[in-house]
């Protein structure tokens, strides 16, 4: 059995209209939910103007896998935290603005973004150092639903008249 943490996931930006379905395969397929107790994340959790989110207990690698693969495949922005798993890794955070790699980041067990002194010595200037951290602190946008051939609905729904 792999490695496990629990792991929230927050999802913004521009979402094409084709993705929506996909995307919440993906959280089904990581057994994301809409809250710690268990309620189901659905499309109509899903509303422009706010962030997406999912939680998750037990999660292998303490990863949304499926999930971050999707968001990376389709240039959608996320914010990924994982608690640690004794003696196998510990919290971090890992960020995608939607473009590139996503960067990780390592935090403490208080979600605080931690950097080591190589990091320091490596990125040489206050202001480099300072630009880090402001990355790390990155948060998705509010989502905004992109084309399709149906006008979306606050709810996520669709209307086709």
């Not at 996320?78 to 798993?85: A, E, H, L, T």
């Amino acid at each position: 059995m792999a490695d496990r943490a629990s792991a929230s996931i927050r999802i913004g930006g521009v979402i094409p209209h084709s993705c929506i379905s996909g995307l919440f395969e993906a959280i089904e397929l990581d057994g994301g939910r809409a809250d710690w107790e268990g309620e189901q994340v659905d499309p109509a959790s899903l509303r422009s103007g706010e962030t997406l989110a999912a939680f998750a207990y037990a999660q292998p690698g303490g990863m949304f896998e499926w999930t971050e693969q999707f968001c990376e495949d389709h240039g959608i922005a996320f914010v990924r935290d994982s608690g640690s798993c004794s003696g196998a890794f510990g919290p971090e955070r890992v960020v995608f603005f939607s473009t590139g790699t996503p960067a990780q980041f390592d935090m403490t067990e208080n979600e605080e973004i931690v950097l080591a002194l190589s990091m320091i010595r490596a990125l040489g200037t206050m202001e480099a150092i300072e630009a880090w951290f402001e990355s790390a602190e990155f948060q998705p946008p509010p989502i905004n639903i992109a084309g399709g051939t149906a006008d979306t609905v606050e709810n996520g729904e669709t209307d086709n008249g």
